[in-house]
T-cell receptor
Framework: DVKVTQSSRYLVKRTGEKVFLECVQD?????MFWYRQDPGLGLRLIYFSYDVKMKEKGDIPEGYSVSREKKERFSLILESASTNQTSMYLC?????????????FGDGTRLSIL | AQSVTQPDIHITVSEGASLELRCNYS??????LFWYVQSPGQGLQLLLK??????LVQGIKGFEAEFKRSQSSFNLRKPSVHWSDAAEYFCAVGGTTSGTYKYIFGTGTRLKVLA
């Protein structure tokens, strides 16, 4: 079974801090994604990566950056956290072997910026 | 423009009643279609997927969905709802074109089940 693990379920940080959210998948998937989930807005794509050291902006990349140094790990970075970045963050991965396959999700990180 | 619409934000049904959650999509190419479920405090779990072939697809937990190309719809159904089905449900569309990595998610339908 595919496992996508997010390092923290709950995180509380202060305005202006640099925040790292970590995600690891164990299925050798090429693609990894970071989403933000807010009530009534569904899932919005922040960034995705289709290979090591490769990244593409999603729909709402402002205020975020990412790092993918190893295939299994995809990090989301809030360079200077702000209160409007309080949200649920979901990491996902999938493979394109055999066509575009379903995404597998982690349990999410609920981030509060005070 | 590519989009996914789930017109019902909230749905309430009684336990044992049938369920249908609506999903309409707009997509320029042949889509891959998915339904996910999210229990409180959890990530999204795949219920079922449609890639091609039979337009009625079976998923986990007794769910099924029917792809109707003429209506651009992919509605989720269950003949008899259980209290444990209370959750939020998301419809999503993905590309079949090589190199198309992005998925588009609907805004979700929250299901409440009455005992």
């Amino acid at each position: 079974d595919v496992k996508v693990t997010q390092s923290s379920r709950y995180l509380v940080k202060r305005t202006g801090e640099k925040v790292f959210l970590e995600c690891v998948q164990d299925m050798d998937h090429e693609n990894m994604f970071w989403y933000r989930q807010d009530p009534g807005l569904g899932l919005r794509l922040i960034y995705f990566s289709y290979d090591v050291k490769m990244k593409e902006k999603g729909d709402i990349p402002e205020g975020y950056s990412v790092s993918r140094e190893k295939k299994e790990r995809f990090s989301l970075i809030l360079e200077s956290a702000s209160t409007n970045q309080t949200s649920m963050y979901l990491c996902a991965s999938n493979t394109i072997r055999g066509g575009n396959q379903p995404q597998h999700f982690g349990d999410g990180t609920r981030l509060s910026i005070l | 423009a590519q989009s996914v619409t789930q017109p019902d934000i909230h749905i309430t049904v009684s336990e044992g009643a049938s369920l249908e959650l609506r999903c309409n999509y707009s997509y320029g190419a042949t889509p891959y279609l998915f339904w996910y479920v999210q229990s409180p405090g959890q990530g999204l779990q795949l219920l079922l997927k449609y890639f091609s072939g039979d337009t009625l697809v079976q998923g986990i937990k007794g769910f099924e969905a029917e792809f109707k190309r003429s209506q651009s719809s992919f509605n989720l159904r269950k003949p008899s709802v259980h209290w444990s089905d209370a959750a939020e449900y998301f419809c999503a569309v993905g590309g079949t074109t090589s190199g198309t990595y992005k998925y588009i998610f609907g805004t979700g339908t929250r299901l409440k089940v009455l005992a």
